[in-house]
């Protein structure tokens, strides 16, 4: 495997589309499509990646020891990382996850994620693969409802006037502005859901994944 898979293979692991992978960096996604592509080294961005998201240059070059200086995440009773929330989704009550009254049943110290609002166990098949039941998310919350990565998969949290909906589903652009398109990732899962935009309460950004065996 060479150094340009590699970095392929951490970008889908951090669950970030190229687009969103450049962003991160500071790079354009064009650099980073010819990185993977192998018609460029990634010895530019090795520091960038390092800083970012704690992933060891050393792997990433020669494929030797971990992926991330850190040996993974680090679970801990006190308050320090990510919290996890095992909760359903469908019986999150409130307009926000920082509502919850509930105390975390403990921290996710992973520094990829830590700049997330919480972990979320995953239940049901409907936006499998890309999120399969039993799986961990991390989201992040956007307060900027107006800014929304056309094709990537959120939580959706909204009022009465969407039906209450706690969902996790990609989001597209609907032709009229005042309203989302929601769809499944899983192809048995047919036909779009339509929104109104006021009627969301809280939005959150699925940036990755963890299984419950790495917990």
């Known amino acids: 495997m060479t150094e340009n898979q590699r970095l392929k293979i951490l970008r889908e692991i951090l669950n970030l589309s190229q687009g969103e992978f450049s ?12 990185i993977e592509r192998g018609r460029n080294s990634v010895d530019g961005i090795l520091e960038l990646l390092k800083l ?9 070059k020669t494929g030797e ?17 990510v919290p996890y929330f095992n909760v359903e989704l469908s019986k999150i009550q409130e307009k926000n996850l920082s509502m919850l009254e509930e105390e975390p049943e403990y921290y996710v110290n992973f520094r990829p994620f830590n700049d997330c609002t919480a972990y979320l166990p995953v239940y049901g098949d409907s936006m499998y693969p890309k999120y399969a039941s039993g799986e961990i998310i991390a989201v992040k919350e956007i307060n900027n409802h107006e800014v929304i990565l056309w094709g990537e998969a959120y939580l959706v949290i909204t009022n009465a006037g969407s039906n209450n909906l706690r969902t996790i589903k990609l989001l597209f652009e609907h032709p009229d502005p005042s309203k989302i398109i929601l769809r499944s990732s899983n192809p048995n899962y ?4 339509v929104i109104e935009r006021g009627t969301i309460f809280s939005l959150y950004i699925i940036k990755g994944k963890i299984t419950r065996s790495q917990m």
């Open 23 to 34: 962003i991160a960096i500071g790079r354009k996604q064009g650099s980073v499509s010819d």
């Open 52 to 60: 970012k998201f704690n992933v060891n240059p050393v792997w990433l």
């Open 65 to 81: 020891g971990e992926m991330f200086l850190d040996a993974g995440p680090e679970i801990s009773e006190a308050p320090a990382g």
């Open 190 to 193: 047919k036909g779009d859901t």
